[in-house]
């Protein structure tokens, strides 16, 4: 199985877990940056690896997404929500909804990454407290948490779920 990693990344967190990722499906194997436009045409399997902005792929990405057709692919996305919340979950169905319908989806995976202090800062400025996406108690504990990842763990997790979906693949291959 030919495979690719193809990756969108802002400040280093989603391109961490891409290299998680691409050692589980090839040893040899490095991510590819998105911003290298990689030809996937001769792949098997194309993994896409993105940031969460606004609920969805940044817009690299999502471009990316969109113009694959007729290819087996999985994401992989970072964000600074809990990778286990229903708005980490909401966020990736909102990316799988992007591909083409003539793509097959046959995984994802979700890890919480870091959030930039300047995010952190604009975001303080622009919602007021009370607000649905304002500084409150939850959104700084979240924020401190967030800090640490993608960590040791996160890789081991991404890198344990993508050797075994590869070796799903084969199988049923």
Known sequence: MKSIVVVSSRTGNTLKVAGAVAFALDEQQEAVKIEEKPDVTDY???????????????????????????????????????????????????????????????????????????????????????????????RKKRLADGKSHPDETDLNNAYNYFTDLKKTIIKNS
């Open 44 to 138: 098997d399997l194309v993994v896409v690896g993105t940031w969460i902005d606004r609920g969805t792929a940044d817009q690299k990405a999502a471009e990316f997404i969109k113009s694959l057709r007729n290819k087996k692919v999985a994401v992989f996305i970072t964000l600074g929500a809990y990778a286990d919340s229903d708005h980490a979950k909401k966020c990736v169905e909102n990316v799988i909804g992007l591909f083409d319908e003539s793509c097959e989806v046959v995984g994802s995976f979700i890890c919480q990454g870091a959030v930039s202090q300047k995010m952190v800062v604009m975001m303080a400025k622009m919602f007021p407290e009370g607000h649905p996406h304002g500084m409150n108690e939850e």
